[in-house]
């Protein structure tokens, strides 16, 4: 690391003590980026990376509402818009109790990276509440919904900032928050993606971000002369895009064998197909259960309080969440022959897993490339709503699959050194240079 990055990073940590994962994801981007600005004094003389690392807005705001016991209800709200060089605003919404001003800023900053990546124009932003939607009622969350547009309306519109669902928001809740939205600004505009199919939402919206996932792993494979047919895959995670990265590698082939909750995972040696996916969405999306009543419906093995890293694969997909994969489970998985690791989630693995993955020259997808099937696919929703139209889901899912090979081709060209692909590199310097040429057209601001 030389002087001046660790002085860039000694100053950011500084500023910003108690932002452990902003400082993790600043950090990976900031050591891939370096050497590329040293060969580009513009971006230096211009402090972009400095500019990209401070938001351009923090709003933090009270959420007070009444629960079904008449109960008030205190909770915090926060929007970060980080970048808008290339768009929008556009970022999700997270409702759980681990949301801090910390955590939003990594997703954020990550988002920027990534949605400049996905070849729309789109900036990035990240957003939530320390609320959380499990165990509420309905009215529960409407309650909340509707408090919280309340404050967050004024800073959001459909060419300011688009704001998505994440971890705890959604299809009810973004159509709690859309609704009060409507309401307020009496206007039915694309201000929120992930709407219903029936109100001015995309097709493949809910698989976007799983298919996509696939679409980006079948690419690097297809660079070893690969496929994902036939592999073992193994999964953490059982949400929306757990399920979705499933289905679609059965679909081409795979066999899928785990799939985790904060409870366990669970080890199905047959492999999950059609029938068991569609029991876990149920029991999953509606009865809102635990993984383990998978493995006693289908009598699999299930394994309390840990991660499925042990289990010997070709493919793995964290699909849970931030720092789920540390470096000890990255040398289990490439002592077990693991050839190709894909993010499904932001910043799944940690610094000394990533480290073990490009030591041994395994093929790994970091989250702002390998998840972007989402934002990809929100931004689609964007211009469906623009247009006011609505295209089939054969459309969506090619205009998907191509975004997804475009952004596996940036990573390509950024990345490729002696005829390996570093796909972190290739990620950051791809998004990092598309952002700073905007920056750099619009002036100091």
């Not at 709690?176 to 993606?193: A, C, D, H, S, W």
């Not at 000890?328 to 073990?356: I, K, R």
């Amino acid at each position: 690391m030389t002087n001046e990055l660790s002085g860039f990073l000694t100053v950011l940590k500084n500023r910003y003590p108690a932002e452990t994962e902003f400082h993790q994801a600043v950090t990976e981007v900031a050591k891939s980026v370096w050497p590329f600005i040293e060969k580009n004094p513009k971006y230096k003389k211009a402090k972009i990376l400095e500019r990209m690392t401070e938001p351009e807005r923090a709003i933090l705001f009270r959420v007070t509402w009444k629960d079904s016991h008449g109960e008030v209800q205190i909770n915090r709200g926060f929007r970060i818009q980080m970048n808008s060089a290339i768009g929008p605003y556009k970022g999700g919404l997270r409702f759980h109790p681990s949301v801090t001003l910390g955590t939003l800023k990594f997703l954020a900053f990550e988002q920027v990276l990534k949605n400049a990546l996905t070849t729309l124009p789109m900036g990035g932003g990240k957003g939530g509440s320390d609320f959380d939607p499990k165990g509420k009622t309905d009215d529960e969350v409407m309650s909340f919904c509707q408090a919280f547009m309340t404050e967050l309306f004024r800073h959001i519109g459909p060419d300011t900032d688009v704001p998505a669902g994440d971890i705890g928001v959604g299809g009810r809740e973004i159509g709690f928050l859309f609704g009060q939205y409507k309401k307020i600004r009496n206007e039915f505009t694309g201000v929120l993606t992930g709407k219903s199919i029936n109100w001015s939402g995309s097709r493949i919206r809910e698989e976007a971000t799983g298919y996509g996932l696939i679409y980006f792993v079948e690419e690097m494979l297809r660079t070893k002369s690969n496929s994902i047919n036939n592999k073992i895959v193994v999964i953490s995670g059982s949400g929306n895009v757990a399920q979705f990265a499933a289905e679609k590698a059965f679909m081409l082939g795979a066999h899928v064998v785990t799939l985790s909750d904060s409870s366990g995972y669970i080890y199905d040696r047959n492999g999950i197909d059609p029938e068991k996916l569609a029991f876990l969405k149920e029991l999953k999306n509606v009865k809102r259960g635990r993984i383990k009543e998978y493995a006693e419906h289908f009598k699999c093995e299930f394994f309390p309080g840990k991660k499925p890293w042990s289990v010997a694969c070709q493919v793995a997909l964290p699909c849970s969440t931030q720092n789920e994969l540390g470096g000890a489970d990255a040398q289990t998985l490439v002592g077990n022959g693991c050839l190709c690791v894909g993010e499904g989630a932001n910043m799944p693995s940690t610094p000394e897993a990533v480290e073990v993955f490009l030591g041994k020259k395994i093929a790994f997808g970091p989250g702002k490339a390998a998840n972007a099937g989402g934002v990809s696919v929100s931004g689609l929703e964007m211009s469906q709503n623009s247009l006011r139209l609505q295209w089939s889901n054969d459309e969506v899912d090619k205009r998907l699959s191509d975004i997804m090979k475009a952004i596996h081709n940036q990573c390509v060209r950024y990345g490729s050194q002696d005829g390996f692909v570093n796909y972190v590199n290739g990620a950051n310097i791809a998004g990092f240079r598309k952002v700073a040429e905007a920056m750099l057209d619009q002036g100091v601001l």
